[in-house]
């Protein structure tokens, strides 16, 4: 079988990013917030400007640092086995992350998520196999903001063995946070052996890194645990308004995130990947649904993969409010054309209102959605043999397939039987079922899953020291006791 493959950009116009992203890498080079990473690019021959934090980047050290970088790695389950593959055209998933609202079934507003909703979302993330990872998906509003992105890793570990996609808000969380992931996996070493996560770093449109990024992304190729550049730019607003520009724009943010991050430590894992949008100059919104932030993902993800590098892109969210039409059309072309593309990690699934919302239902149709591409990308099977001369002699003129054997041998291998969240009963057996729409089923299907969701295989050893971390952190935040884990059931 030959998977369908889509390219936007031609070898002619890759060459012409890269050629203009390495000139602006020199003229007029990034703004760098943190002296460490500035001393680190002085000694690696870049030209300092301390007054203006501005660093210069020469090509010859972009290409020094492009050559280290590994061209694949893996992520790790509890169990230890490499089950995220980032390299070649690989293809995952994971919900997206970092949404500061829940939209509960049928509920005519978004709320604060709150602990139970973090484990819920784990939980069921961790049940459908159509997500490879699970992400670090909402923002709680129980616990202090400053324990905010530890703690929700913190919850991952405890209700899934699945990799983690995940990020930092300050430059003290980060190690806390490899502190639990450490944990699970059996220690600094072994987890820079086997990582168990990836941590998304997102410099700053345009060609600015924050103080709290830089660190993160040094700590992490320090460390080896997987770094994710998430490069922003925004078509009209933060860069340049044509696709095309916005494609340079993030190669340039990118490289200089992998000088950084080499320069700290060669050979150290790393993602091209990223978060940029078409502004929508209407209502001055940044959609993640739009067709045009789906093109220069793409765009931006063949850039990278032309430098041989691991890839990565938000796709699959929808700008929706509810889930409804849009939040169908939009995910399923983004996660589409993020398969078609060959990305190696596609976050977004689960996500509402320009990555703002999260909800289950959203997460189980995506699932869905994801389920169906993955069967697309396969491709057509051109089996051995007559293609379908030989049957169809067989059958005759008139005749009915479902009784050859043929069809029994290869119904399953060629046709892929969907969840109940897809529906295909004829109109009058779906009125006497209850007339149940896509979120109706999609909840049902939310219900069971968590119903039947069994626990990781941590030990109790590894639960009281995962507890005892975030229960410091929880004190040093102000707060005395973690929030009840209780969930009820939705």
Not at 30 to 49: F, K, P, T
Not at 267 to 286: E, H, L, Q
Not at 388 to 407: I, K, N, Q, W
Request: hydrophobic share 45%.
């Amino acid at each position: 079988m030959i998977p369908p493959r889509l390219t936007l950009l031609n070898e002619s116009a890759i060459a012409r990013v890269l050629d203009e992203a390495r000139q602006l890498l020199e003229d007029p080079g990034v703004r760098v917030h943190s002296d460490r990473a500035l001393d680190l690019l002085e000694g690696a021959g870049a030209r300092i400007d301390r007054a203006g934090r501005i660093a210069r980047l020469p090509a010859d050290l972009v290409d020094r640092c492009l050559a280290t970088v590994p061209r694949s790695f893996y992520l790790y389950d509890l169990a230890g086995n490499p089950v995220v593959h980032y390299g070649g055209d690989d293809v995952h998933f994971d919900p997206g992350s970092a949404t500061l609202e829940i939209l509960d079934y049928r509920a005519p507003t978004s709320r604060k998520p709150v602990t139970a909703d973090l484990i819920r979302a784990a939980r069921l993330a961790d049940s459908l196999p159509a997500y490879d990872a699970v992400s670090t998906c909402m923002v709680p509003s129980d616990v202090p903001e400053a324990m905010g992105d530890l703690y929700r890793l913190y919850l991952n570990l405890l209700n899934s063995g699945k990799p983690n996609v995940t990020g930092a808000f300050a430059v003290e969380s980060w190690h806390t946070m490899k502190d639990l992931l450490a944990v699970i996996a059996g220690g600094e070493d072994a987890l820079r052996e086997k990582p168990r996560a990836v941590f998304d770093i997102c410099p700053s449109p345009p060609l600015l890194w924050s103080g709290i990024t830089v660190e993160n992304l040094i700590d992490c190729a320090l460390f080896g645990v997987p770094a994710e550049l998430v490069s922003m730019p925004l078509t009209g607003a933060t860069a340049p308004v044509t696709i095309i520009g916005a494609v340079v724009q993030h190669a340039a943010e990118s490289l200089s995130g992998i000088v950084i991050h080499q320069t700290a430590q060669p050979g150290a894992p790393i993602v091209w990947g990223g978060a940029p949008t078409a502004f929508d100059m209407r209502a001055g919104a940044t959609p993640m649904g739009a067709i045009e932030t789906a093109m220069i993902d793409a765009s931006y993800c063949q850039v990278g993969k032309s430098l041989g590098l691991p890839t990565h892109a938000y796709l699959g969210s929808s700008d929706a409010k509810v889930v409804d039409a849009q939040a169908g059309y939009e995910s399923a072309w983004g996660i589409l054309i993020a398969a078609l593309a060959g990305i190696n990690m596609v976050s977004g699934a689960g996500v509402l209102d320009f990555e703002t919302c999260f909800s289950l239902e959203k997460t189980v149709i995506d699932a869905e959605i994801i389920d169906q591409v993955r069967w697309f990308r396969r491709g057509v099977n051109v089996r051995e043999g007559t293609l379908a001369l030989d049957v169809m002699r067989e059958v005759g003129h008139g005749g009915y397939f479902l009784a050859h054997p043929s069809t029994r041998k290869l119904y399953r291998e060629e046709l892929r039987t969907p969840t109940c969240v897809t529906d295909r009963d004829y109109r009058r057996d779906w009125e006497a079922s209850g007339s149940l729409d896509a979120l109706d089923h999609a909840h049902q299907r939310v219900e069971e899953l968590l119903a039947a969701w069994q626990p990781p295989a941590l030990t109790a050893e590894q639960i009281a020291e995962l507890d005892r971390i975030a229960l410091a952190a929880a004190r040093a935040a102000g707060m005395d006791a973690l929030p009840a884990k209780d969930v009820s059931p939705i």
